[in-house]
């Protein structure tokens, strides 16, 4: 499977901010680092970083486990 061209970039820095996230309460993730993105575009040279920050956040909203209070992952 080839990547698209205007999906280039926000692989690359999803890719290397997908682990830097905020989390609440007991560790429960809910968002990705919006300061560890923007400084991966920085050095990287991101031209259009409004909208690779919407492709980043999209990957990463897509591939998060929901999981409840327990901790059980929901459906």
């Not at 591939?63 to 459906?75: C, I, R, Y």
């Amino acid at each position: 499977m080839e990547l698209w061209d205007e999906n280039r970039d926000a692989s690359t820095i999803y890719m290397l901010t997908r682990r830097q996230v905020i989390t609440v309460g007991m560790g429960q993730v809910v968002d990705i680092s919006i300061p560890a993105v923007k400084i991966a575009m920085d050095l990287y040279g991101v031209k259009d970083q409004a909208g690779c920050l919407n492709r980043v956040r999209k990957l990463f909203y897509h591939f998060l486990v929901k999981t409840d209070e327990s901790g059980s992952v929901e459906p």
